[in-house]
């Protein structure tokens, strides 16, 4: 991993509703705080539809945010002028989940990398653009003959691939990896995500890295965030988190990653939450995991636990630890 230096983002209690009728509100991001050292990956870890998404698109200003801020080095992403969107558009990427549904299939491959390229002028003449499209193709593992192919002559694994180098043709330092391996098959996620991992130390970028998958996300993460119905219940180094999570729910989402040794994973307990996530339109008051939370008491139904330190950064939103 890169070497950490200072915080290159910090989001204050954002949050992001979504209108639904005249009279229901859809809370996907309800009051969330967490910062992003430069060189570091966050990851963000929760069951879909619990708002990381959402989370993320707003952090890099692809949704407006209905409250709380973004900083980006100091500044408020949602409240740049003309000239330091432009720059914060390049600053900082996304890297979509479905690289099929994400790229153009009317554009070659070196058009779509190229695109980015011509709208930050980043080159000076046709041959310069085509040598820089040439090199971004290898630096993900690709040939210089995919320039001209089509998205749909290529395996869902290049596919992503090209979706990598459309992020980096613009030299950012900040990438939102959103479920970036989820749409594939299981033999290239890992290779995807070294991938990733060379390209950070490389090029120093820093990511927010989005997965429902814990055990990948363990494996690129500096920092784990978890996410239940547009909050974070915890939050802490990945190594602390994996080895003494606090949270009930993070109990839950840990107990069901599988443990390669057969001894330790048929005697090990499998927590089986109740009932399903409630509906992020009406949310429950107070906890808003009360509803499926076996150590439940009357204080979690009538108000929202903050997320406090527990010491060394390893925060949680829980009163079984927030007396
Ligand atoms: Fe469970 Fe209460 Fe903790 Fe929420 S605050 S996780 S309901 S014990």
Redesign the pocket.
């Known amino acids: 991993m890169a070497k950490l230096h200072e915080e290159l983002i910090q989001v204050n209690n954002l949050k992001k509703y979504f209108r639904i009728s005249r009279k229901s509100v859809l809370k996907a991001v309800d009051d969330v705080s967490f910062s992003i050292k430069k060189g570091e990956t966050l990851g963000l870890v929760g069951e879909s539809g619990c708002g990381k998404s959402t989370c993320g698109r707003t952090v890099v200003g692809l949704y407006d945010a209905t409250g709380g801020s973004v900083l980006y080095e100091g500044k408020d992403v949602h409240r740049l002028k003309k000239d330091e969107k432009l720059q914060f558009k390049k600053n900082a990427q996304y890297i979509f989940q479905d690289p099929y549904a994400s790229l153009d299939p009317r554009m070659t491959i070196g058009d779509i990398i190229g695109e980015g390229m011509d709208v930050h002028q980043m080159h000076s003449n046709e041959k310069e653009r085509t040598a820089r499209i040439h090199e971004l193709l290898e630096l993900v593992g690709l040939n210089p003959e995919h320039a001209v192919r089509y998205p749909h002559e290529l395996s869902g694994g290049q596919r992503q691939r090209v979706g990598i180098a459309r992020a980096l043709a613009v030299e950012p330092e900040f990438i939102v990896c959103d479920e970036p391996i989820s749409a594939l098959d299981v033999s290239i996620q890992a290779q995807i995500v070294n991938l990733l991992i060379e390209l950070q130390e490389n090029l120093d970028l820093t990511y927010l890295f989005i997965s429902h998958d814990l055990s990948m996300v363990k494996h690129i993460s500096n920092r784990v965030a978890v996410m239940y119905l547009g909050v974070i219940?915890e939050l802490a180094s990945s190594e602390e988190l994996y080895k003494n999570a606090l949270?009930?729910?993070t109990k839950a989402l840990m107990s069901a990653i599988p443990v390669p040794d057969p001894d330790v994973e048929s005697s090990r307990e499998r927590i089986i939450l109740p009932g399903d996530v409630p509906s992020p339109i009406n949310p429950p008051p107070?906890?808003?995991?009360?509803g499926r939370?076996?150590?439940?008491?009357p204080?979690?139904?009538e108000k929202t636990?903050e997320l406090v330190d527990q010491g060394d950064g390893h925060f949680v939103?829980?009163?079984?630890?927030?007396k």
């Open positions: 219940v949270h009930p729910y107070g906890c808003k995991f009360q939370c076996k150590y439940a008491m204080i979690c139904k636990p939103a829980c009163y079984l630890h927030n």
